[in-house]
């Protein structure tokens, strides 16, 4: 995935906030696929995990939806700040195939 990413970003397909969260989400996915717990439970992840949880909270697009709408409210816990970044994520590609073209490639500009 890194390397689509290098790639999507040279070309100006993604800006660079947004490259970077779709980092974390890699890192995210994975710690959770190369996990080896065998049964032990303290060797478990979850959202709840600290090194999990760390990097959740390393992505920034809800941080940069949200402070625009006086509606909206961030997220407390990993899992919801994950999901929601996703949701972010998709929504700003679905724009991008609409032809609707926010004021960067699926960036936010004031997160560069």
Known sequence: MGTKIIFAEALGLIGSATAKDLRV???IRN???HRV????PAKKIEFTSPVIDALC???KIVDAVISGRKWSTKPTDARGL???SIDELIFLVR???WAIKPQEPLDLPHLI
Do not use: Y
């Open 25 to 27: 989400i890699g890192e």
């Open 31 to 33: 710690k959770f696929a």
């Open 37 to 40: 717990d065998l049964g032990d």
């Open 57 to 59: 909270r390393k992505l």
């Open 82 to 84: 994950f999901l929601r």
């Open 95 to 97: 724009l991008s195939r």
